[in-house]
């Protein structure tokens, strides 16, 4: 078994270790999830479920509120920015809070390091404890920032959803030799705040397998990209349970046209039941998104503990 293999395997007990652990988010009239790489897909999934919930919210990359916050929310004394980084020293993240922390923001960093920088430049510091021989592609981090933010927005967090994440992880995993063995096009798809997660199953896959990778909302798929479409392709779908039809009629477009299809929770040539509440659903789906990235690294001989051209902290 392999490290990243054994990792992904080995995050429940992180799970429930963080459940419960978090309060309430400072009150503000904006709330901006800030972060690079798997932690800006994690803060597009975030941002739409807290708009969801009523609390208005953006998401936004590290550089790009740093070098341009004016395009996004000018009134920086009224923003809770909520920064998350497992390294915690991301340059562009770094920068961006103490710059936005100057201008009034309340600045909340989720991390691993609790001695980094980004903790060190918060007024509240949320910490994520993930498994020791996590590498340098983010796989339980990744899962516990989620999971930590979710409850911070208000999301309950059910013990049952760690066996339910569990179980799916296993039984996409069971599937995917089978599935992807002849495909080299990998495509996800999700909307609202499965779309983070979509991006996110396509960067890993990316990642640990050198493979090109692309995600888009479901409906966007139709308007161009899926002229792609061959018997080359693997389509993800991450189906939202408000959108079921027009989903899998889009499903039953890209079958046709050749792609073999892993729905979650929806229609595919396999399905899988998703068992948690709509707002769960990403985080559930995550460790098996996880587990495709690897199985398909695995496939091509690729080590993903330390993948070519990736460091575990990207600095300017
Ligand atoms: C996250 C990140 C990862 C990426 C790479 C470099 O940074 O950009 O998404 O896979 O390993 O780091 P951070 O969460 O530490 O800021």
Request: proline share 5%; charged share 20%; with cysteine.
């Amino acid at each position: 078994m392999s490290i990243t293999e054994r990792v992904i395997f080995e995050q429940f007990p992180y799970w429930e270790k963080a459940i419960g652990s978090i309060s309430a988010p400072h009150a503000a009239e904006l709330t901006v999830f800030l972060g690079c790489g798997t932690s800006y897909n994690l803060a597009l999934s975030l941002a739409a479920q807290a708009n969801i919930f009523g609390r208005p919210a953006i998401a936004v990359p590290g550089g790009e509120w740093l070098n341009k916050p004016a395009a996004f929310w000018p009134r920086w004394e009224r923003t809770h920015v909520i920064a998350l980084s497992r390294s915690g020293e991301t340059t562009e993240t770094v920068a961006a809070i103490k710059a936005s922390r100057t201008a009034g923001a309340f600045v909340t960093a989720v991390t691993v390091e609790q001695d980094s920088s980004l903790a060190k430049n918060c007024d509240r510091l949320v910490k994520a404890a993930t498994h020791p021989s996590e590498g340098i592609v983010m796989t339980v981090s990744a899962s516990l920032m989620l999971l930590l933010c979710l409850e911070m927005i208000g999301q309950e967090m059910p013990r049952e959803l760690v066996g339910s994440a569990q179980r799916l992880a296993e039984d996409v995993d069971a599937v995917l030799p089978r599935l992807t063995a002849d495909r080299s096009h990998f495509v996800f798809l999700g909307g609202g705040p499965l779309y983070g997660l979509a991006l996110e199953g396509a960067l890993k896959l990316m990642e640990m397998s050198q493979t090109f990778t692309q995600a888009f909302h479901p409906l966007e798929y139709r308007h161009g990209p899926i002229s792609l479409v061959d018997r080359s392709t693997a389509a993800i779908m991450l189906y939202s349970a408000d959108q079921k039809p027009a989903e899998a009629k889009l499903v039953a477009e890209l079958q046709e046209k050749g792609a073999v299809v892993i729905g979650l929770g929806g229609p595919g040539d396999v399905e899988f039941n998703i068992d948690c509440a709509p707002a769960l659903a990403g985080l559930c789906m995550l460790p098996a998104l996880q587990i495709l990235g690897e199985r398909v690294a695995q496939a091509r001989k690729i080590d993903t503990v330390a993948p070519r051209h990736l460091t575990k902290v990207v600095k300017l």
